[in-house]
Nanobody
Framework: VQLQASGGGLVQAGGSLRLSCAAS????????MGWFRQVPGKEREFVGG????????VYADSVKGRFTISTDNAKNTVYLQMNSLKPEDTAVYYC????????????????WGQGTQVTVSS
């Protein structure tokens, strides 16, 4: 399984970004896809996840109502739409995949993308 994350950048507070995670090398209907973020000196933090087959989503409280995860099955791509961005959302964002139900901790995921930097200026 290979994951390729993209879409990060610099945005002002209150703005929006959409991250993409292109997946290959697996049959993803039984996979759970997660988004995590990490800032220097801190552990990787769960942002949200989606069950590819059923589309059910779960989000961390810190992003609930602002971030939305979706999939494009035809493109094997997972998206993280981030709205109303805040400076505290600044981090390197990673997509991850695991076979089976979701987990909200990084060690629960076997496959990782390379990370994409999101910087929110105040």
């Amino acid at each position: 399984v290979q994951l390729q994350a993209s879409g990060g950048g610099l945005v002002q507070a209150g703005g929006s970004l959409r991250l993409s995670c292109a997946a290959s090398g697996g049959i993803f209907s039984s996979y759970n896809m997660g988004w995590f973020r990490q800032v220097p000196g801190k552990e990787r933090e769960f942002v949200g996840g989606i069950m590819w087959n059923f589309g059910g989503t779960v989000y961390a409280d810190s992003v609930k109502g602002r971030f939305t995860i979706s999939t494009d099955n035809a493109k094997n791509t997972v998206y993280l739409q981030m709205n109303s961005l805040k400076p505290e959302d600044t981090a390197v964002y990673y997509c991850a995949a695991r076979y089976g139900v979701y987990r909200d901790y990084a060690s629960g995921y076997a496959y990782w993308g390379q990370g994409t930097q999101v910087t929110v200026s105040s």
